[in-house]
């Protein structure tokens, strides 16, 4: 029989493991009978409840496993390896607070017999809050615009991915792995699946401008080449335009030396506007070096603290 395994990043989610759980059991036992399972949670250093929890769960069910880690590494180091920790013929990554519907993994699997070696959840709508929801395809939109790399929009991470494509992954060495350009870039040809982006369950998102401005410049600066092109050019024609306006001033006042006053406004303008510019691009291309310094470092995804069920 062949094996599926589901990979579960938790962070703060003591009401929903359970019923994640649960809901998972059913689907394997009422639907995907013929195939073994592991359920594997990996938890991102939770401050609640939720390790006790997994330690109940993982007591009765030695198919459920969990990686505890040593502290909170990120949204996206915590999910990428769980999934190299997986064993199965297929892994399907699946967010714990029930946004991605459990239910799909049933239509993946028979697309992964169907001869995919990757499936993918894509949300088409949404019952998250519209504003963000907006966010999010203006950030997708321009992505798309500026990368050299194809870009899936609205895609998380939920999906499945075959053995074969996790061994892919297991020879990146990736410290900075944004999974979302990976799956695009250098994935097999894949299914994709649409589905309504569901409210969570219990609890409260853990996402922030922060975190995600964090993942929106890992995508930015990991596959697009057009930021750093923008500030060249946008700096040769700005040098270009304030040359010809200073020597168009420069033949006004010499013609009119008395009368043309030059004014120190236009000045102040003109060096503000510079500035802010070249303020911004230093600002891009330092994110690009700090995404170069954090890869070069070659740090571990993640410390584990604890292995449950790992015989």
């Not at 649960?22 to 399972?37: A, G, R, V």
């Not at 592991?38 to 459920?64: A, G, H, P, Q, V």
Request: net charge positive; proline share 3%; hydrophobic share 40%.
């Amino acid at each position: 029989m062949k094996t599926i395994s589901i990979i579960i990043p938790t962070y703060n989610e003591e009401n929903n493991v359970l019923p994640l759980s649960e809901k998972l059991l059913s689907i394997f036992n009422d639907k995907l009978s013929n195939y073994n399972y592991e359920i594997i949670f990996i938890d991102n250093y939770s401050k609640d409840n939720t390790r006790n929890k997994l330690l109940e769960i993982c007591s009765n069910n030695k198919n459920i496993k969990a990686i505890f880690n040593a502290k909170n590494f990120g949204q996206l180091n915590s999910p990428f390896y769980g999934l190299l920790q997986s064993s199965g013929d297929c892994s399907i990554l699946l967010c714990a607070d029930f946004q991605d519907p459990p239910d799909l993994i049933i239509d993946f699997i028979k697309e992964w017999e169907n001869g995919y070696k990757i499936v993918i959840g894509r949300k088409n709508k949404s019952k998250e809050n519209t504003i963000m929801y907006l966010i999010r395809t203006i950030y997708y939109y321009l992505i798309k615009k500026i990368s050299s790399t194809e870009h899936i929009d609205h895609f998380t991470g939920f999906g499945l991915y075959d053995k074969e494509f996790i061994n892919v992954l297991k020879k990146l060495g990736d410290s900075q792995p944004y999974l979302r350009g990976i799956v695009a870039e250098l994935g097999y040809s894949r299914k994709e699946i649409f589905y309504e982006q569901q409210k969570r369950k219990f609890g409260k998102t853990k996402n922030n401008f922060y975190s995600l401005y964090d993942v929106a410049m890992l995508g930015i600066t990991s596959y697009s080449k057009v930021v750093l092109r923008l500030a060249t050019i946008c700096g040769f024609l700005f040098s270009i335009i304030t040359f010809i306006i200073g020597f168009i001033t420069l033949i006004a006042k010499l013609v009119n030396w008395n009368s043309y006053p030059i004014g120190i406004a236009a000045l102040m303008v003109g060096v503000f506007f510079i500035g802010s510019v070249q303020i911004f691009f230093i600002g891009l291309l330092g994110e690009y070096i700090l995404n170069i310094n954090l890869r070069v470092m070659k740090r571990p995804l993640v410390v584990e603290e604890k292995r449950i069920n790992f015989d």
